[in-house]
């Protein structure tokens, strides 16, 4: 991103009790658009104060990855949220540092604080996608994203631990992660925007049409999937530390697959799929330890 980035993004309230909206971006420091439409959002509620119920609260997530456009410093911030990690106060990398940071803002805004306490964790991906949500299946998560458009993948914290949306429901905070699309993609920044409109419509009782110019990002994530598809995650195919991994080109998310199918060369031996399924997050960049994941659709 051209400038340097702060923890919190920003917040704000009309000063009328109700629910926390606790927003985060740029927990990999290469996926800055949930960054830039929190900016975004917070600029235009400064600018025309609606009314809102409770009070919404944006933060950076990798901020020092985030300046320098790397992924990470030392290791991968959403997978530093362990039990573990947390319950010893483990601070030995700058990731680790960064997440009690985060943490700290969060304790700011307690439970007793608000009728309900949401987050919105925003992401990019690094093959192209459509934008979906990620939710874990605990409390009231699941009902939650299905109140919103784009298709839903249950499951991903399950198999890849110590993410930030698993520690936020594990201390009852509701919500997901939303997906914007590939990293590059001129549409992300748009469609983290409208989901944060729909978020804060929803969870704050937002009246859109009470802003001096409605954002044409709602339209878009409105209009991003005529018919809502729930997916679950069959398979992780994970990476070591000094594997070789290089995927066949040309996978989308949610692109079928066939069984035999080759998916991938790890190590100089193929990968087959083992599935008449979907593909989901295909690894196309250098940093990260998930080769890809296979889903199928299920009942909602």
């Known amino acids: 991103m051209d400038q340097k980035i702060d923890r919190i993004l920003g ?27 929190i900016l975004k959002v917070f600029n235009q509620l400064k600018k025309d104060k609606p009314q809102i119920a409770g009070t919404v609260v944006g933060v950076s997530g990798n901020k020092i990855a985030l300046n320098k456009g790397t992924r990470y410093i030392e290791e991968d911030l959403n997978r530093s949220w ?15 540092k960064q997440m009690f940071e985060i943490i700290d803002v969060l304790q700011k805004y307690p439970a007793e604080a608000f009728t309900k306490r949401y987050f919105l964790d925003c992401h990019t991906t690094s093959s192209a996608s459509l934008p979906y949500i990620s939710v874990q299946v605990v409390n009231e998560n699941d009902e939650w994203a ?18 930030i949306d698993h520690y936020l429901s594990r201390i009852g905070v509701t919500g997901f992660v939303f997906e914007g699309g590939r990293h590059d993609s001129p549409h992300a920044v748009e469609n983290h925007e409208g989901m944060i409109w729909i978020a804060l419509e929803k969870a704050c009782d937002l009246d859109l049409k009470s802003l ?26 994970g990476l070591e530390d000094g594997d070789t991994f290089s995927m066949e080109p040309g996978y989308e998310n949610f692109q079928k697959i066939k069984k035999g199918e080759l998916l991938a060369i790890c190590n100089n031996k193929e990968i087959r ?3 008449d399924a979907r593909i989901f997050m295909p690894l196309y960049q250098d940093q990260g330890n998930d ?6 659709e299920v009942e909602s």
């Open 11 to 37: 917040t704000y309230s009309s000063g009328k009790k109700g629910p926390l909206l606790f927003l985060s971006g740029g927990i990999h420091g290469n996926e800055p658009s949930g960054v830039e439409a």
């Open 291 to 296: 080769g890809f994941f296979v889903i199928k």
């Open 146 to 163: 299905h109140r919103f458009p784009p298709y839903i993948i249950r499951g991903f914290s399950d198999i890849v631990y110590g993410c």
């Open 212 to 237: 001096s110019e409605m954002p044409k990002s709602i339209g878009k994530i409105n209009n991003s999937q005529k018919d809502q598809k729930t997916f679950e995650i069959v398979h992780r195919f």
């Open 82 to 96: 362990t039990e573990e990690n947390i319950r010893l106060k483990k601070k030995n990398s700058s990731e680790q």
């Open 273 to 275: 799929s083992s599935w």
